[in-house]
Every structure is written in C-alpha cells, then in structure tokens.
C-alpha cells in the first residue's frame, strides 16, 4: 500500500489530528496518520472541552494563552468553525490553598494573562447563586471557556486531508523497525511505511508504542469521570466554567440548557485502556451530584442526564511529554496530556510541527517538558497541594 513517508503519527485523537495539519500546513504533505479505532476513539471523545489558562509553571500558562487565542480565531488561522464559548472561569480555592492562588494570578499576569483575584462578592455575581464562604479564595480568568471535541478533530483532519495527508483509520501500529538509532519503518497487519520520524501520540497508550522501540515512558492510564445534569431552570450556556477546589470538582455549561461536571471521587484511578467500564457507578454521581448543590444551590433538583468514565495518559508530574526521545533519531513523544490535553492541542500541533520540520520550536521552548526531566528530577508538578491534577 503506502511504501515511503516524510512522518507517521501514531494516533487519530485530538494531538495526531492537530500534528497532522500543522505539518501539512508547513509543507510537508507526505503524512501518514495510523488510528487503531476510529478517530476520537480514545481520551479525545469523552473529553469535557474545558479551555483555561490557570495553570502553576510558565511553560503550561503559555502554552494554553497560545492554544486559546488559536481556538478564539479558529477560522482565520485553519479555515474551519469551531465553536469556542468564552464565558470565562471562576477557581474557588478553600483557606490554605490562598497564597497558591495568589501566587499562580500574579505568575499568570506577569506572562500577559487576564486574570484577577476577586472577592466573594464579585464571585457571587459571576456565579449568581453560589455557596461562598469568607475563608475560601477565589480568581477570575477573563478568556477561558469550553468548545466541542468532534467539531475540532474534523476540522483538523479535513484540513490536513485537503493539504495531502494520508489518514488511516482502524489500522493499529503493530510494531516500529529501528536502525542504527533511528526508526526506520513502522508496521501494520496490512503494510510497512518507511519514514525517518515518527510521532508517539497514543494518548493512553502511549507507553505501549513506547515499548515498541524498547523505550519506557512514563505515562500511566488514568481514568477521568464526567456527568451530566439537567437543572430545573435552563442552564444559561454563557455561564463561566467553575473550578471548585474545594469540593474537588469542576463544571461549566452543556449544550441545550443542561451542565458538565466533573472530577470527585473516583477520579485519577489507574486502568486498562483496552479494558474497562466506560460508565460511571450510582455512589460516583451521588458524590458528584451533592458537591455540585452544595456549591450551587440552583442545582438541587438537577435531573441525572448521563455519565462515562474516560483515559488519560498521566507523568508522574501530570504534565504532558513532548519532543523527541534521547537515543531514538526520529522519535517523537506528544502524550501524557493528564486531563488538560484538549486544550492544548491546537499549540501542541504546531510545536511538534517545528520541531521536525525546523529541529527546534520557535514558538516556545518546550525543553522542559522534555522526558529527561524524570532522570534529571526536574518535574513540573501544581502549586496546588489538594488537587494535584488542576496543574
Ligand atoms: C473525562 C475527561 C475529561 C477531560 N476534560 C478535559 C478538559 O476539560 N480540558 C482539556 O484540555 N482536556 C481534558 N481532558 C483531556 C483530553 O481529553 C486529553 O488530554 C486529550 O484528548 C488527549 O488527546 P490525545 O490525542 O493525546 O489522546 P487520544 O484521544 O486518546 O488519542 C490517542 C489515539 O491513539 C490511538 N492509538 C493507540 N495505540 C495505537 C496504535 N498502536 N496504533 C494506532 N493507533 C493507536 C487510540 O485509538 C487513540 O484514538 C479530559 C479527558 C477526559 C477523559
């Protein structure tokens, strides 16, 4: 079938999909996307579409202002519309976690991110309705918002179709071929495809092709739950995206009057990507349910709409990996995105896009989300001390 290509991404989620127009939209029409599914298939699909900013390290602050302003101006810079609802996002914070708020606005606005701390008050009337207490913190990101999974990963791939690329659904990587330090062919059940790079961007399987060239990355699946609630009164779509630390969950508007939450109890459980219950358990939307009302009282006789249990891959720092592996030529690493991968998609397609077309990223250094920092001790980690997957 296909004999010779410029670059093979492995993975049709929201990162392949973005690296596949990025680099047709840099010249290099001769890529071959390899999805073992159906695109969308793994995280991308069950994923809540949060876009924010409010993040505790430099690099990932910056990285998610660059995605946010490609999601804002979506049809300008890839030709496609892709919904962006900007309502902005309020964080909650409970007593102890104060000065780490304080200290993530003040880093955030240093890097040009229009963010406040505010009071009860002003959160009272963001959030009309909500349980705030004197001793809790809060931040308004003025910019943050939500957009639509399926909507973004088509407009990606018909981009990048329309530019050249080859897209090749329900076809899993079977296996890499290496020469001399350098990946060489990457097989299939039905062909072999010679090229020099190769793009690991299996989400939650990413160790697994990891594996195929001898490498060990340290992403680890973890399970992600959403549920989905029906408030008596129409839930208003531009209301802001809550981050309610306190109670370990966040929320934000659904399409047709309805409300996304997620996080609580269950979360961040290590499993089998190829085996497990994408369903949610009646104790998890319980827990849910009432750490919502507590917070907004609008909520309490929401009605249970649906739920599921998605993947991630996860570091131990909860930050993504991203640039190519020391001691394997051509392999590149775009994974262990740890529940914020959505967002950062749209950046993520261009970065790795420099760096195999350039050898190096002009649009930010991303040296250290390199993989050496787990040898080097380096590690990203949150500011926060009771969630550690806010960032
Ligand atoms: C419940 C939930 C809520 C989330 N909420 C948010 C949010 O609000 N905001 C945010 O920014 N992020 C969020 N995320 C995280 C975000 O969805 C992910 O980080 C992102 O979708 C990861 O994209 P990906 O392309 O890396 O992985 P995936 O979408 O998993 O794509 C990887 C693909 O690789 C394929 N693959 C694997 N192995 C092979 C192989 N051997 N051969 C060929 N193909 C292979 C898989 O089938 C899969 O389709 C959430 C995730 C979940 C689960």
Known sequence: MIEKTNVVIIGGGIQGASIA???????????VLLEKGELGSGSTGKTSAVIRQHYSNEVTIKMSMKSRIIFENFLEEVGERVKFVKTGLLICVPEEEIKNLEGNVSLQRSLGLDVDVITPGEASRLQPGINVNESMGFAFEQSAGYSEPYELIQAYIKRAKENGARIITNTPVKGIKTRDGSVKSVVTDRFEVETKVVVNAAGPWTRDVGRMVGVELPIEPVSLKVGIFQPTVRYDENRPVVLDMPNGVYFRPETGGLVLAGGGKEEEESINPDDYDDGVSFDYISDLS???????FLFKDAGYVRGWTGIDGAPPDWHPILGEVPGLEG????AGFSGHGFKLAPVVGRLISELIV???TSTLDISPLSVERFKTGE???SRYVTLKYVG
């Open 21 to 31: 127009y990025n680099l047709t939209d840099m010249d290099i029409s001769d890529v």
């Open 331 to 334: 392999f590149i690493c775009a």
């Open 379 to 381: 590690l990203l980690g």
């Open 290 to 296: 009432e750490k919502m009302i507590q917070r907004v």
């Open 358 to 360: 350039d050898g190096k």
